[in-house]
């Protein structure tokens, strides 16, 4: 081996070489501020850097005096995502003058301030802390809640407090500060001693140097210590002794290191919270006389904290304040209360001026503290280190209240005093460092000395306190952690860098890049001695090397036995350092694995130290290797790794794997320059050391090489084994079998390296390694290096089985035979053979398949931390498959074998302590135990993703099991896996405050904001946004479905002024445009009640809001209104009673069923104005349907039908009569009566009932007898729907409705009963319904009214024939609902549509629409979800005569009126795809809804098709209606997007042919697509049928005031 190869190996190269510059620096000097100008004139970097070595991070923070200089600091910490996820770039905090500035990024993330803050006195320090947001303080409290990171800012008089959340805090600091550190609880202060603190008065009591504040808003509070004395029993008390500093605190573990300036020693406490038993010794008052001499009183101390010294008149008594500040005090400070709230705490209350001059009272400002001096005493103890305090003297106010300590520190360690101990000795610089094999050191560097002092702890086995063990020191200038990668960086005396893992020592490292002064070596030139003084090193690590092989010398310091050698090789190395070394000046910040390095003439660079391995491969074989070797050869083994990877010009990634197996075979033994496999390794041209005298070596044999190379490629390995060449007999290439000739004389295993006695195990955990690989489907090629090297080891170790079992996994890369290490047989005993290894290999696969037979199997062996795969793998089928529930809950596992060596034991129960399983009481099947088990330990669906197929099965099936039952309480991460994450996100949502969902509820109305800004009520404002955000999270759906049903703001009115129209016409022209649009705006609340549905509970206190129906306008550009009372146009009169109506009902429909109403609520919203009596009436009914009319007490009832309001008497009938649907309720039924002619008896006296309220009593009569089949009903209602008209007017006015109200009425009563009308045949009802259908002769009238008919009416003459016009639609529903899901063919042959010409000129078309719905309806399970079966419903005359719209000529014919052909065409299509909804109401049927939504586009496409005006525009725009609303009915409550997006292109369209019908048929379907916002659906019972029918009866009233059509419900 040659001398450079081994100087090589010793270097460890840095790499990203950068110079650094505080990213804060730049950023103050832009910043508007009036310290710009001061920052401008900075002074030059170099005299920025003072040279007393202690520029370190410490060192900068300790510099809080701030002078008139600008001076600056910063500090750097790993980037925290908010998320938790991994991040890596770094954080800087940088403090000058009045400013603190945050900035993120890294050299990949480009560096951003965060946050910037200015405050009003010079900063003293910044720093970051997280604060705990519980009440809960026990200390367990303290690993699960959740905190409050925030950034802390030290002025002279207080600290500000600024989370990232946004919250501000400030706290007056009632004392003068030196050092302020972030702790685990929150913020401990040091109090700065003042020389006036010791005033010549009586003795008193000292005061505490030491304070703890662990919230914002809490009091700032003294620190407890509890130290152990001579005679080993402990003391509590105040921390008082100024001596005593911190220099170093950490977070976790939660320790504290001080020094003690008189006794020049440093101790090592634990910080923790008090004990109440502490707590109570420090809190005894000063009553007991006889308490002893080392409690401190914390009553007089109290006093002293509590009285207030004015800052303007040093001569006021402390103790003048005592009843105002008790008063606050009480507030704030007990427990029971605890107040979090931002209010102005008392620190803050009690604000103050601090002067030095002050004298006694001068303990800066709020005198918190009992007034008492720190009686220095004369004798010091020698361990202990807070000096007695004495419970005399100390004088207590009578109302004060003790102030209860928080933290205390606990004592754990001190150093050995050593006689010589020099003056000034304190720690620059403190920090902990574990080495490779997770070892942790407390390192402190004492500059004076130039030494850093490391000392070993560890935790107690039962994990309570921590163990410190001895010290060892390192020569150092200066020092910094590599967390990242578990080893420190070391600046020598001599300028060198050196890496340490622990106390060993790794190597130099070498920086690429770094400036020489000059090529001249005279002042460079290192005396002989100084590479001795430069290689001096701890007296452990010699041992070590003694016996380091000399095979390979990979040793981190070459052998010293040769000094001629050494001098060779480290001379001109130590040349090159000591250049250097005139440079680096010291080591900061550190961050992960980025340290940045101070150099002598001011600048700074930021290096990157590699890590140890980059491969994930490679990582896990070091990882398993590390775990099974004792800790000292395993540090030894990793140590020589990382010299060879992290050489200059290390490897790529590719060759890593390629360099890991040449070194660990080379540190087992091997020569790998003569073992086939890896002397053809291509390492890609790295300079590694390890094949550098490979290189050197001159070419023997010729050009055989390249033919050697092609004899050992894979594709050569193939074809030799492939079953052709075998049966062709053909012999392998002899050139292969005599290099295996040539290379087997000599193969043998040197048996004095490092591993070579530990090849077994190696092997043994390589192979369960390689077990876990085959678990991760994306580590393929990871197995195939994998298995090369172990074939190798087993065919050496002569383990037959394990070849065999490679062999079968990769036929094609294991060959059956092949080279062989011999190992010399007398060494084989020196080989550890460990107890875990089997002779017979474990193979994952092959337990589960003996699982799954039911075979019983060995526990299968695992690596705890490595292999965790095959743990899971292992106890999720021992689980799932064998039923055992146990297997997961218990630690020790009968599954499963942890492999284990003796001195790790404590290492393998901390990993073992992540999996403990949290059991859950609600988890019931073994599904559930099996998610919710794989979710505490991590596993996701990423890695479910990357388990082979046949194990994860059993998994999925669990999942697929629990995503269908899930439990409520699961946690998020479970829902996630088993793809619920709905169920997560209402978890998560469910919490968040009202209002705020990720919906949010602002409402962009039509109308631009002018000057009315006041928010209107659109009535949608108390939906369930949760619920609603959860359903619809992707889109805004549900803003644009408020935007188009809210009716509460004005419309906007769009009209072009042309120049010809005189301003008087152009007024007339926009009150036009605003009274169509109002058609529209009238149309809105039957939408809006279907999308309100039962979302509001009111408030028995306050009536319920019923939204405005506003029917003004405004006209841009200058937002004028437009209303259409000006007189300049004809406004039709009670325009607006229908639509008032229907708002009522929609805003009692919000009212949900469970509510609590009582009659008075209901009279108490009776409205004071006359012309909200309809909206009132609406909302009555609207009760009715809720179910809470009943609760109407009939006196109330009387009355409203008493005042004869036509729209009250409506709601109330139609109301009441929902409320007792089905019932027959008597009291109800004589109600309804009263307003029908037919059901008073002949002699009774003719009452004077309106109309529609006729009507309205009618349709009552049917839902108070639904599907009763009550008789006399029945044949009052089917003489009814035939009435002829009176002789006076009666009678004679939209007699369509009453006919059909009765009709409808009629088929309620009968509702489904088909056939079995029982009692009832001699009614004949099936016949005279077809007869009122089809027409013909009126029978003769029977009953007691036929007196009424005899004489002919005056106004209309019908004849004695019956006028179909009239009675067709009620009889036709009649007989749907009566017939209703009977499939009778022969009633439903009745309703099939004429098929010839001469017979379809007697039938209106649009009573063809209703004739096919009615026969669907009754055939009821033929109804299927295709264009087919619509289409079917056609006659063939008509199909094949009808004319494609599309086309232009219109062909000629006779005897065919193609109009009327046209038309029926288009209507029989509109009622099968209307029943096509009723069949499929609320179903999400996906064939339903495309072909629905196919003849949806159809029409769109026929409305603007040339042939349109055959058809007809207002029957084309009918049946799309119709075709939207059974879409709707499909998709009710769904939400569908596409159907959305019809009803909002509809909704654009206004004039034209869209009447007040149309708008409300489309917004009716908007209405029931979001039903209930999206928490309800439509029901196909016969009832919801029925009810739907009355509600979509598709004849859609032309306008506002068309009375023929029961839009009633």
């Given at each position: 081996m040659s001398n450079f190869y081994e100087e090589r190996a010793t270097m460890i190269a840095a790499r990203d070489l950068q110079e650094f510059v505080p990213f804060g620096r730049d950023h103050c000097k832009h910043h508007p501020n009036a310290l710009n100008l001061?920052?401008?004139?900075?002074?030059?970097?170099?005299?920025?850097?003072?040279?007393?070595?202690?520029?370190?991070?410490?060192?900068?923070?300790?510099?809080?005096t701030i002078h008139e200089k600008q001076k600056e600091s910063w500090q750097l910490r790993k980037g925290v995502s908010e998320i938790g996820e991994d991040v890596d770039y770094d954080e800087e905090l940088y403090v000058a003058g009045n400013m603190v500035i945050w900035s993120k990024g890294s050299k990949s993330q480009a560096l951003a301030v965060y946050k910037a803050f200015t405050v009003d006195s010079p900063v003293q320090q910044a720093l970051w802390c997280d604060f705990i947001i519980s009440q809960d303080k026990s200390e367990k409290a303290y690993s699960s809640n959740e905190v409050e990171k925030c950034i802390c800012i030290l002025q002279s008089s207080c600290i500000n407090m600024h989370s990232i959340e946004g919250k501000d805090y400030i706290a007056s600091l009632p004392f003068q500060v030196a050092n302020v550190w972030p702790t685990k609880y929150g913020l401990l202060f040091e109090r700065s001693a003042s020389s006036h603190e010791v005033p010549p008065g009586s003795p008193r009591e000292p005061l505490p140097t030491m304070f703890s504040m662990l919230h914002p808003l809490d009091e700032i509070t003294p620190l407890v210590c509890k130290s152990g004395s001579l005679f080993g029993s402990s003391r509590v008390q105040y921390v008082v002794d100024h001596a005593m500093k911190i220099v170093f605190l950490n977070t976790d573990p939660s320790i504290v290191m001080t020094y003690d300036a008189v006794q020049n020693v440093h101790s090592v406490w634990t910080l923790r919270r008090?004990?109440?038993?502490?707590?109570?010794?420090?809190?005894?008052?000063?009553?007991?006389?006889?308490?002893?001499?080392?409690?401190?009183?914390?009553?007089?101390?109290?006093?002293?904290?509590?009285?207030?010294?004015?800052?303007?008149?040093?001569?006021?008594?402390?103790?003048?304040?005592?009843?105002?500040?008790?008063?606050?005090?009480?507030?704030?400070?007990?427990?029971?209360?605890?107040?979090?709230?931002?209010s102005i705490s008392n620190m803050a209350a009690l604000s103050r001026a601090h002067s030095p001059a002050l004298g006694v009272h001068s303990f800066s400002g709020v005198q918190r503290f009992n007034i008492s001096s720190h009686n220095q005493s004369p004798k010091r103890h020698s361990i202990s280190h807070s000096p007695n305090s004495n419970s005399n003297g100390s004088f207590l106010a009578p109302e004060t209240e003790p102030i209860v300590p928080e933290l205390c520190i606990d004592h754990l360690w001190t150093e050995t005093f050593t006689n010589i101990r020099e003056k000034n000795s304190q720690a620059s610089k403190v920090f902990i460092t574990s080495d490779l094999c997770g070892q942790k050191f407390l390192c402190f560097l004492v500059e004076s000395q130039l030494q850093l002092r490391c000392v070993k702890f560890q935790e107690s086995n039962d994990k309570t306190q921590l163990i410190f063990g001895s010290v060892t020191n390192i020569p150092a200038k200066d020092a910094a952690p590599v967390e990242k990668i578990d080893t420190m960086l070391v600046l020598e005396g001599s300028g060198n860098l050196v890496l340490y893992t622990g106390v060993v020592r790794v190597g130099k490292v070498f920086i690429p890049g770094l400036p020489a002064p000059s090529l001249t070596m005279s002042n460079t030139m290192p005396r002989p001695s100084t590479p001795l003084d430069g290689v001096s090193t701890p007296k452990p690590l010699s041992k070590l090397l003694g016996s380091l092989d000399e095979v390979v010398l990979l040793s981190p310091v070459p052998e010293l036995r040769d000094s001629s050698k050494l001098h060779d090789s480290l001379y001109n190395e130590d040349c090159t350092f000591q250049q250097l070394g005139t440079y680096i000046h010291s080591i900061r910040d550190p961050v992960h694995n980025r340290v940045t390095l101070e150099l002598s003439n001011g600048s700074m660079v930021r290096i990157t130290i590699p890590e140890i391995a980059t491969s994930e491969l490679v990582q896990t074989c070091l990882q398993a290797i590390k775990f099974i070797l004792p800790k000292e050869i395993a540090v030894q083994m990793l140590v020589k790794w990382y010299n060879v990877h992290s050489a200059p010009g290390g490897p790529s990634y590719h060759s890593e794997w390629n360099l890991f197996v040449t070194c660990l075979m080379n540190?087992?033994?091997?020569?790998?320059?003569?073992?086939?496999?890896?002397?053809?390794?291509?390492?890609?041209?790295?300079?590694?050391?390890?094949?550098?005298?490979?290189?050197?070596?001159?070419?023997?044999?010729?050009?055989?090489?390249?033919?050697?190379?092609?004899?050992?490629?894979?594709y050569h390995q193939n074809v030799e084994s492939h079953l052709l060449n075998r049966s062709l007999c053909l012999s392998p290439s002899e050139a292969s079998q005599m290099k295996d000739e040539d290379f087997s004389q000599n193969l043998s295993v040197d048996s004095s390296t490092l591993l070579f006695t530990h090849i077994p195990a190696i092997f043994f955990v390589l192979h369960l390694v390689y077990e876990e690989l085959k678990l991760n489907t994306l580590m393929g090629e990871g197995i195939c290096s994998l298995v090369e090297l172990l074939v190798q080891l087993a065919r050496d170790l002569k383990l037959g089985p394990y070849v065999d079992h490679y062999y079968r996994d990769y036929p094609t890369l294991v060959r059956t035979t092949g080279q062989v290490c011999t190992i010399d047989p007398g060494q084989t005993g020196f080989m550890h053979h460990p107890s875990f290894f089997t002779s017979e290999p474990p193979s994952i696969y092959q337990w589960v398949s003996s699982c799954l037979k039911g075979e019983g199997m060995p526990p299968y062996p695992y690596l705890p931390g490595i292999c965790e795969r095959s743990r899971l793998v292992v106890l999720s089928i021992a689980l799932y498959i064998l039923g055992d529930e146990s297997s997961v809950s218990d630690e020790s596992s009968q599954y499963l074998t942890r492999i284990t060596i003796a001195p790790q034991k404590l290492q393998v129960e901390q990993e073992e302590n992540r999996f403990s399983f949290r059991y859950s009481a609600s988890v019931s099947s073994l599904a559930e135990r099996l998610v919710v088990w794989m979710t505490n330990v991590g596993f996701t669906l990423r890695d479910l993703e990357t388990l082979p197929f046949g194990i994860a099965l059993p998994i999925r099936d669990a999942i697929y099991h629990c995503r269908e039952q899930p439990a409520s309480d699961w946690p998020e991460a479970v829902c996630l896996l088993i793809g619920r994450q709905d169920l997560s996100k209402q978890a998560c949502e469910g919490n968040l405050p009202k209002g705020k969902s990720s919906v949010t509820q602002v409402l962009s109305s039509d109308v631009p904001s002018g000057t009315e800004t006041e928010e209107e009520d659109d009535g949608m404002n108390d939906m369930n946004h949760e619920v609603m955000s959860l359903i619809w999270s992707e889109d805004l759906r549900v803003q644009d479905v408020r935007r188009l049903l809210q009716s509460a703001h004005p419309v906007r009115v769009n009209v072009v002024q042309y120049p010809e129209l005189s301003d008087h016409e152009f007024i007339e022209e926009k009150e036009n445009r605003l009274l169509q649009l109002c058609q529209r705006t009238m149309a809105l609340p039957v939408g809006r009640g279907m999308?309100?549905?039962?979302?509001?509970?009111?408030?028995?206190?306050?009536?319920?809001?019923?939204?405005?129906?506003?029917?003004?306008?405004?006209?841009?550009?200058?937002?004028?209104?437009?209303?259409?009372?000006?007189?300049?146009?004809?406004?039709?009169?009670?325009?607006?009673?229908?639509?008032?109506f229907h708002n009522g009902v929609a805003a009692g429909l919000k009212i949900a069923p469970a509510s609590q109403i009582d009659s008075a609520w209901i009279v108490y919203n009776k409205p004071k104005h006359a012309e909200l009596a309809n909206e009132y009436a609406g909302f009555l009914m609207a009760l009715g349907l809720n179910g809470h009319l009943t609760k109407l007490a009939t006196l109330n009832i009387h009355d409203y039908l008493t005042k004869g309001h036509e729209m009250t008497s409506i709601g109330l009938l139609l109301g009441v009569s929902a409320a007792k649907l089905g019932t027959m309720d008597m009291s109800i039924t004589r109600l309804l009566s009263i307003h029908i002619p037919a059901l008073l008896p002949p002699t009774s006296t003719e009452l004077d009932v309106p109309h529609n309220v006729q009507v309205a009593a009618v349709v009552g009569i049917g839902l108070v007898y639904q599907g009763t089949a009550h008789r006399h009903t029945a044949e009052v209602l089917l003489a009814e729907i035939g009435r002829p008209p009176g002789p006076e007017m009666e009678y004679c006015t939209d007699r369509e409705s009453y006919s059909l109200a009765a009709g409808l009425a009629l088929?309620?009563?009968?509702?489904?009963?088909?056939?079995?009308?029982?009692?009832?045949?001699?009614?004949?009802?099936?016949?005279?319904?077809?007869?009122?259908?089809?027409?013909?002769?009126?029978?003769?009238?029977?009953?007691?009214?036929?007196?009424?008919?005899?004489?002919?009416?005056?106004?209309?003459?019908?004849?004695?024939?019956?006028?179909?016009?009239?009675?067709?639609?009620?009889?036709?529903?009649?007989?749907?609902?009566?017939?209703?899901?009977?499939?009778?063919?022969?009633?439903?042959?009745?309703?099939?549509?004429?098929?010839?010409?001469?017979?379809?000129?007697?039938?209106?078309?649009?009573?063809?629409?209703?004739?096919?719905?009615?026969?669907?309806?009754?055939?009821?399970?033929?109804?299927?979800?295709?264009?087919?079966?619509?289409?079917?419903?056609?006659?063939?005359?008509?199909?094949?005569?009808?004319?494609?719209?599309?086309?232009?000529?219109?062909?000629?014919?006779?005897?065919?009126?193609?109009?009327?052909?046209s038309q029926a065409h288009v209507y029989i299509i509109a009622g099968a795809c209307l029943s096509l909804g009723f069949r499929f109401a609320g179903s999400e049927n996906l064939s339903a809804f495309n072909c629905l939504h196919k003849f949806a586009k159809d029409f769109m496409t026929y409305l603007s098709a040339p042939n349109a005006s055959v058809t007809g525009p207002y029957n084309l725009e009918t049946c799309l209606s119709v075709v939207l609303l059974s879409l709707a009915m499909v998709m009710a409550g769904s939400g569908n997007l596409k159907v959305l997006q019809l009803c909002r292109f509809l909704h654009m369209k206004t004039g034209g042919e869209m009447n007040y019908g149309f708008h409300l048929a489309h917004h009716m379907a908007l209405g029931l697509l979001f039903l209930g916002g999206g928490r309800y659906s439509l029901s196909t019972s016969n009832s919801s049928i029925a009810a739907l029918l009355c509600a979509l009866y598709p004849h859609f009233p032309a306008h506002s005031t068309d009375n023929r059509s029961s839009e009633l419900l």
């Open positions: 001061q920052l401008r004139q900075l002074q030059p970097a170099s005299e920025l850097w003072s040279s007393d070595g202690a520029a370190g991070l410490v060192g900068s923070l300790q510099e809080v008090v004990k109440s038993e502490e707590e109570n010794v420090v809190l005894k008052f000063s009553e007991q006389g006889g308490t002893p001499q080392n409690v401190a009183t914390s009553s007089s101390l109290t006093a002293h904290l509590r009285s207030l010294s004015k800052g303007d008149s040093p001569v006021t008594s402390p103790f003048q304040n005592y009843s105002s500040i008790h008063s606050q005090s009480r507030s704030t400070s007990s427990p029971s209360l605890h107040s979090r709230s931002p540190m087992m033994g091997y020569n790998t320059d003569r073992l086939a496999w890896t002397r053809n390794f291509d390492f890609e041209g790295s300079l590694s050391p390890v094949i550098a005298p490979k290189k050197a070596r001159p070419s023997e044999t010729g050009s055989d090489d390249d033919w050697e190379y092609l004899l050992n490629s894979d999308f309100t549905l039962f979302s509001y509970h009111p408030v028995p206190t306050e009536p319920l809001p019923i939204p405005k129906l506003n029917l003004t306008g405004r006209a841009p550009p200058r937002n004028t209104t437009v209303d259409l009372n000006s007189g300049n146009i004809d406004v039709p009169p009670n325009m607006t009673s229908w639509a008032s088929g309620m009563v009968c509702l489904g009963h088909g056939s079995n009308l029982i009692g009832m045949s001699d009614l004949n009802v099936p016949e005279q319904l077809y007869q009122y259908m089809v027409g013909g002769h009126r029978r003769f009238q029977t009953g007691m009214h036929r007196e009424k008919h005899k004489s002919p009416s005056y106004q209309i003459k019908e004849g004695d024939t019956i006028n179909v016009d009239v009675t067709c639609p009620g009889a036709t529903l009649a007989l749907a609902m009566i017939y209703l899901k009977t499939n009778n063919r022969s009633i439903a042959d009745w309703l099939r549509a004429p098929d010839t010409m001469y017979l379809l000129d007697f039938v209106k078309p649009e009573f063809l629409l209703l004739r096919t719905l009615a026969r669907c309806l009754i055939l009821w399970d033929d109804i299927l979800p295709n264009s087919k079966w619509v289409d079917s419903n056609v006659p063939q005359i008509i199909r094949e005569n009808s004319i494609s719209l599309s086309e232009i000529e219109l062909p000629c014919s006779e005897d065919l009126n193609l109009e009327t052909l």
